[in-house]
Nanobody, 120 residues
């Protein structure tokens, strides 16, 4: 069974850091792009970042640039999103997604979501 299981969300104080994990099973991330999105209730899902496997390039939304870092460990079939300097605007449910190809494009598998709450 192909699935993506996320972990690592939680409550963090403003200015703090958090790392989200995204473990794939039943398929390999080796030839797939990995993306992160986030969503706040009542708002549309927002793109956060993508690791384009095609050429190993990273892309970030403006709000994530300089604060968030994507990485992956192919040996563990896992991707990560390291978030720092968090603020209340970062409070959301974060979703990991594995693309159908090595391009940042169509998502084939979604993680279940990780709640990130930034509050004093």
């Amino acid at each position: 069974q192909q699935q993506v299981v996320q972990s690592g969300g939680g409550l963090v104080q403003p200015g703090g850091s958090l790392r989200l994990s995204c473990a794939a099973s039943g398929f390999s991330l080796e030839n797939r792009a990995v993306e992160w999105f986030r969503q706040v209730p009542g708002k549309e899902r927002e793109w956060v970042a993508c690791f384009r496997r095609r050429d190993n390039r990273l892309f970030y939304a403006n709000f994530a640039e300089g604060r968030f870092i994507m990485s992956s460990d192919i040996s563990r079939n896992t991707a990560y999103l390291q978030m720092s300097e968090l603020n209340s605007a970062d409070t959301a449910t974060y979703y990991c997604a594995a693309a159908r190809s090595s391009w940042c494009s169509d998502v084939e598998y979604w993680g279940q979501g990780s709640q990130v709450t930034v509050a004093p």
